[in-house]
């Protein structure tokens, strides 16, 4: 069919030839789409679909979703994915433990991510992965981990190797007993980091290792700043593994470390059950550890061989960074941090090695390793000690200080660390050569000791952890003497701080108490020690550590018969245990301790004796100190003693009249006062001539089981019935003189009558007058409740002590028919007398307590005039009303009769 | 009489009046054997290889010694350089350890050699222990301390040089009063210890790595120590008389519990002495606590009921109390030592000196081989062959008799089988003629 010819033209027109002229505007085509409308996006900040479920993130995505898109190829969805994630698992932690090993898995994965942000994140989540979860949560998992950051370590892109170092500061952060188990391959990763294998085809020679130092000049950072952050690294995870291993070597050695040490206190009130071996899980480190020799790692690994690998390497960076010629000492501040690191590693690396070393005696580590310390020492000692300068301020070129000033603390702990490394090798110096650096060091330390100032205290910590080593390895006693003399003009000078002082303190004490036998003859620790009884009593006793260390020294230097501390311990005697001196002011802990001192005093006489007694009124002291002090001292006077040599430090009389001062509770001069007092005593009671006056209900207290305890001390001497007499006589004296007594002597008196008082012995006629009257006021205190009380609970041990005071009054009349049989005569004299009703009425309430009494019953019949006395009683109550109190007064004569 | 004892108390005190120390039977309290002589100090009665009794006299320099078989007497005096303080006998009774002052001297028994002389307390020992096997000794002292010494590295380290002191294993510094008491349990160096003080302290550590496992506080100082043969209980003895019991096992399950469970409720003190409890010892079968004390008495407590059950009373204060498994010469008062105890040299023994003087060249060891014994030997050996004939002919005449048996087995055997033979011939015979003769008919 034809086509029409209109069909043709248009069909034409479609091709003609558009002309186009030079000045014309372009007509716009007719397929054009116009972009002149204004659109905007719809943003969908979280899906409307909630499925609750599941946890979700606030973009309502759940953890499968989320894993998913952590694999998509795009780096925005990934980084979406692993935020969304980390954003899940902050809003519900419990999540973590369900999905722990997906999470794990994906984010490890993503540490060789090729997007720098994708592998920030997923360092961030997994910081918070591991701050939520413990270490045994994580160590299935954790091998996982390592592979993969070993993987990130090793790789061949430089900014992922960066980052790696970062996933490594959160595993070290977090779990480092897990990382250092699995030392073998990291480790080795360090050192692969900051070098390069040599070839195989060059020959090895004895000396030089297989490794070098790598320079990568197309890095952004500089080869010095990224060895210095690699060997910053290296510093932690060295440190972990340190402190792994000796925690490890403690609990299997058990050193000094209070692991597995169980402290019990026995009271006589239960029986004490302990399981001395508790089942005990072994713990779960099948991890290498450095004392071990099968690693579990299947890399076969060896300290030894990292060491030997590691070490030139550290020689040949320190040699890059250290200042150019022989003997220069200038170090420019931005090479100190990489040369600080040097050192640190170089000292924990010996620490390692020291370490392994004390398992097995005979190691060929420490030989290659001081093998290298030839160079080690020719290239530390060159220059020292080094000046860092200070850091310059990134200000304009010109105004650049070159020659400005030097950093004083940088530079101080770089020489430091010098001197620890470099002293390391003392231990095995055979053939002297460490005498040339030797002194350079130790002029070193002491311009270091001499010119102190505040705020010095810093760097004396290292200062001394550096000569405690010094000393421990080195064999010459003049030079370690030396040194010695150094630290004690320091702690001697008046410039230094407190805290400073108190460093030399611990320092020195560590060094005495270290018990070399080399050291014990030294003079200067020996003229310290004995200036520290003045130490005590001038020191700060807020600082309870610092106190309990110096009073271990001042313990163990008297155990050691040290006779110059002894004496200076005499000397400063009233200050430590006079009244108000140290040992008021102190915890019961340490009171102890001060008490523990007296054994080895070597005489105690009368005055040191009466300023302890003093020291035991005080309330500061606790009763189980002064039983302790007691126990204390009659360990050291002859009543212990199988054999006599010797004159003993305390004597017999003394020590009676110590504790019968014990007993009595108050000084002379207190009960003096107290017969002083014009005015009525607090509790008075009618007829009787010993009057009583209020203690507080705590101090009672305390006397009653100091009363108790001296008498059981004094029931230990060897012939009770001297001690009896010597009792006697103490008690007649007191009483004769005092006639007003404090309630808690009261109990005393009648508590010693009871305890020490032989069955059958008679009392003599003038102590009998006394002990009854103070019988009588016992009871008539404790059956008419003289005393006013203010509430419930003191009530209720009021009573109760009354109860027991009552009970030894009635005890005492009991153990003698002759107290008994005088106050029957007093009291009927007394009541003949005609007093008062009120009176006579509490005499006879007292009366029929003792007729109540069983055991006072027979005394009672024996003394034969009962009946009289009960007669003469009951005529002056006749026309009393109190039919009670008659009546039964009636019945229990009958029945003793 | 005294066969069947097993277990008897060795009690001295400090007076020496009646004796100088005594076995006493636990079952009736008589006595079975007394050592006359002076009294004897703290912890310095030992039994010497089951031969002698070692005793070191309380304010003397001196040691006496016994023959277990001769009780009248002292035999022998050793003079020492001071008052013997403590004193010890390695179980197999080779050497004799003792601490004078802060000196702890070693003594060979076979030679009297002195062979060395420790030096590493700082004030007067104490107290000295061997662990059972002889290995290492234990010493403690007024300073405090409680050393582990390695037998065998203090005795050649002496040889060797003289300047040159031997180091202890460990060292404990644990306490801080001076060490009263120490006991070792058994298992060698496996073996636990425990250490009493003034500082009202007991510690209970292991030897062979000096770890402190147990320390527990009283309220009284103690002054003795020790353990039954299980180690599941520690026994503490206080200055006020006071025996306290700590169990070393944890508190039984209790599935009824009644409230009047008053039992327990005491605590666990044994109480009975009125001065301090110088000696502790416990039976073998952990049920009999002996303790010594200074209130002259020694006290036999059963420890389930914490009873006394029985009082030895002293005429001074009891310085050593044991339980023991008598030797037979102790309770028979016969047989004679087989070795000679040779005087303790008051010197250090040193190799030189052994080739210069004419003393030190007899290294010999002098053993008594009497006539005295030899009629004793033969007797015990004429006995012992007698024996065995006595055995081997009864096993030969076994021998005949199972071998006779036997051949009547055979004979038996063969009959059997003729029998059977016989009684097939017989059943064939019966088959062929029966079913013949019915196939007949």
């Known amino acids: 069919m034809p086509k029409s010819a209109k069909k043709r033209k248009a069909k034409r027109a479609d091709f003609n030839k558009v002309k186009l002229k030079v000045g014309k505007k372009l007509p716009k085509a007719d397929n054009v789409t116009d972009t002149s409308f204004k659109s905007k996006a719809i943003h969908l900040p979280d899906q409307l679909k909630t499925d609750a479920s599941q946890p979700t993130n606030f973009k309502q995505q759940n953890v499968k979703d989320l894993l998913t898109q952590c694999n998509h190829y795009s780096a925005s969805v990934r980084h979406e994915a692993v935020t969304g994630l980390k954003d899940l698992l902050v809003r519900h932690p419990a999540a973590i433990p369900a999905h722990l090993s997906l999470v794990l898995e994906k984010c490890s994965e993503l540490f060789v991510d090729k997007d720098p942000v994708v592998r920030k994140a997923a360092i961030g989540l997994l910081c918070h992965t591991f701050s939520q979860a413990s270490t045994n949560q994580i160590s299935p998992f954790f091998p996982l981990i390592t592979a993969h950051l070993c993987c990130a370590m090793t790789h061949i892109f430089e900014d992922i190797r960066h980052d790696s170092l970062t996933v490594l500061d959160a595993c070290l952060e977090h779990f480092p007993s897990l990382l250092t188990s699995r030392s073998g391959q990291i480790l080795t990763n360090f050192v692969g980091q900051i070098s390069s294998m040599k070839d195989k085809g060059v020959k090895k020679d004895a000396t030089s290792s297989s490794h070098r130092l790598s320079v990568n000049p197309n890095s952004k950072l500089t080869s010095l700043q990224w060895r210095s952050k690699v060997l910053n690294r290296l510093h932690h995870f060295l440190k972990a593994m340190l402190s792994e291993s000796v925690s490890t070597g403690d609990r299997q050695t058990g050193d000094v470390g209070k692991k597995g040490f169980v402290d019990e206190i026995f009271d006589g009130s239960r029986p004490l059950y302990v399981q001395v071996f508790p089942y005990s899980t072994s713990s779960s480190s099948t991890g290498f550890l450095i004392g071990s020799k099968t690693p579990s790692t299947a890399s076969l690994f060896s300290l ?560 034969g005039v009962l009946q009289r006395v009960v007669g003469t009683v009951m005529v002056c109550l006749r026309e009393d009303e109190n039919e009670k109190l008659l009546s039964s007064m009636v019945y229990q004569a009958s029945l003793i009769k | 009489m005294a066969a069947h004892v097993l277990e008897a108390a060795l009690t001295s005190d400090t007076s020496g009046q009646l004796w100088s120390s005594c076995l006493w039977d636990l079952q009736s309290g008589t006595t079975l054997a007394t050592y006359k002589g002076d009294g004897s100090g703290p912890r310095g009665l030992c039994l010497l290889g089951n031969q002698y009794l070692l005793s070191a006299a309380n304010n003397k320099p001196l040691i006496h010694v016994w023959a277990l078989q001769r009780r009248d007497h002292v035999q022998q005096r050793m003079v020492c350089g001071g008052r013997v303080s403590a004193m010890a006998v390695s179980p197999d009774g080779n050497f004799v350890v003792a601490g004078i002052a802060e000196k702890i001297n070693i003594w060979q028994v076979c030679t009297g050699n002195l062979l060395s002389v420790l030096t590493r307390h700082y004030q007067g020992v104490t107290c000295l222990s061997f662990t059972d096997d002889g290995s290492h000794f234990l010493s403690a002292g007024d300073d405090n301390l409680v050393l582990v010494w390695p037998l065998h590295s203090v005795l050649s380290g002496a040889s060797t040089a003289v300047g040159h002191s031997p180091e202890p294993r460990h060292t404990l510094s644990h306490h801080s009063l001076p060490v009263t008491d120490l006991y070792c349990g058994c298992g060698g160096l496996q073996a636990r210890a425990a250490s009493a003080s003034l500082d009202q302290t007991c510690k209970l550590f292991e030897v062979s790595s000096g770890q402190v496992l147990l320390s527990v506080s009283f309220d009284v100082s103690i002054t003795s120590v020790t353990m039954d043969t299980a180690e599941t209980r520690l026994f503490a003895g206080g200055t006020n008389g006071n025996i306290h019991q700590v169990n070393l096992h944890a508190q039984p399950v209790q599935r009824e519990k009644h409230i009047e469970d008053t039992d327990d409720d005491q605590g666990q003190i044994f109480k009975g002495h009125g001065k301090q409890v110088t000696c502790l010892s416990v039976s073998m079968d952990g049920s009999q606590l002996l303790s010594g004390s200074h209130d002259h008495s020694a006290r036999l407590w059963d420890i389930p009921s914490r009873q006394c059950v029985r009082t030895f009373s002293h005429k001074g204060p009891v310085t050593n109390a044991m339980l023991l498994q008598p030797p037979s010469p102790m309770l028979s008062g016969r047989g004679k030592p087989s070795a000679l105890l040779q005087p303790f040299k008051r010197h250090l023994h040193t190799q030189g000196q052994g080739e210069d003087t004419e003393e030190g060249t007899r290294d010999t060891v002098d053993i008594r081989l009497g006539q005295y014994q030899k009629g004793m030997v033969s007797e015990g050996l004429l006995q012992n062959y007698s024996e065995l004939k006595r055995v081997h002919s009864y096993t030969e005449q076994k021998d005949i008799q199972e071998k006779s048996e036997h051949v009547s087995k055979q004979d038996l055997e063969f009959e059997v089988k003729r029998l059977k033979h016989i009684n097939q011939e017989l059943y064939q015979y019966a088959a062929q003629n029966i079913f013949n003769s019915k196939g007949t008919s």
């Open chain 1, 304 to 863: 030894r061989e990292f060491a030997e690998s590691l070490l030139p390497l550290l020689l040949e960076t320190w040699v890059e960074g250290s200042p150019g010629g022989e003997g220069q000492s200038l170090v420019r501040a931005d090479v100190s941090d990489l040369l600080q690191g040097v050192l640190d590693v170089l000292g924990l690396l010996w620490q390692c090695l020291q370490h392994r070393e004390q398992d097995k005696q005979q190691d060929p580590t420490k030989t290659s390793f001081l093998h290298q310390y030839k160079n080690i020492h020719l290239h530390l000692m060159s220059g020292f000690p080094y000046m860092v300068m200070e850091q310059s301020k990134k200000g304009k070129g010109p105004q650049r200080d070159q020659s400005g000033g030097t950093n004083v603390q940088a530079s101080l702990i770089m020489n430091l660390s010098i001197c620890d490394v470099m002293t390391c090798s003392l231990e095995q110096d055979s053939d002297g050569t460490a005498a040339e650096w030797l002194d350079t060091v130790f002029d070193y330390l002491v311009s270091c000791l001499s010119d102190v100032d505040d705020n010095s205290a810093d760097h004396m910590e290292n200062v001394l952890r550096v000569i405690q080593h010094v000393i421990k390895v080195l064999p010459k006693q003049d030079l370690c003497e030396d040194l010695l003399t150094a630290v004690h003009n320091c702690y001697q000078s008046e410039e230094i701080s407190d805290r400073t002082r108190q460093q030399i303190v611990h320092f020195l004490a560590q060094t005495y108490l270290q018990r070399d036998p080399g050291l014990q003859k030294s003079e200067v620790l020996t003229n310290w020690v004995a200036s520290l009884p003045h130490y005590l009593v001038t020191m700060d006793t807020a600082n309870q550590q610092q106190t309990e260390e110096v009073l271990h020294v001042v313990q163990s230097a008297a155990t050691r018969g040290h006779s110059c501390m002894v004496e200076n311990l005499m000397a400063n005697f009233q200050n430590i245990y006079g009244v108000g001196g140290l040992l008021c002011s102190l915890s019961p802990p340490l009171q102890r301790h001060l008490v523990q001192l007296l054994y080895h005093l070597p005489l105690l006489g009368g005055l040191k004796l009466s300023t302890l007694s003093q020291a035991c009124r005080q309330r500061e002291v606790g009763v189980p100190v002064v039983e302790y002090l007691v126990q204390i001292l009659l360990a050291r006077s002859p009543v212990m003693a199988v054999c006599e040599e010797g004159t003993p430090p305390v004597d017999t009389p003394r020590i009676l009249s110590f504790l019968m001062s014990l007993m009595i509770g108050h000084s002379v001069e207190e009960l003096k006062d107290l017969q002083q007092e014009t005015s009525r005593p607090d509790v008075w009671v009618p007829g009787c001539r010993t009057q009583i006056s209020c203690v507080s209900l705590e101090l009672r207290h305390r006397q009653k089981a100091l009363a108790k305890f001296t008498c059981e001390c004094l029931l230990q001497f060897s012939s009770p019935d001297q001690v009896w007499k010597v009792v006697g006589a103490v008690l007649e004296r007191y009483l004769g003189m005092f006639h007003t007594l404090p309630m808690d002597t009261l109990y005393a008196v009648l508590v010693a009558m009871v305890m020490l008082l032989h069955p059958g012995t008679e009392i003599r006629k003038e102590l009998m007058t006394p002990i009854m009257h103070c019988c009588w006021a016992a009871l008539d205190l404790s059956i008419h409740n003289r005393i006013p009380v203010s509430d419930r609970e003191t009530e209720v041990a009021e009573e109760n002590w009354q109860g027991e005071l009552l009970h030894a009054a009635l005890q005492t009349m009991a153990s003698s028919q002759g107290v008994v049989q005088s106050w029957l005569e007093h009291i009927e004299a007394f009541v003949k007398e005609g007093t008062e009703r009120c009176n006579t009425e509490a005499v006879a309430k007292v009366l029929l307590k003792l007729m109540q009494t069983p055991e006072l019953q027979r005394p009672l019949q024996q003394t």
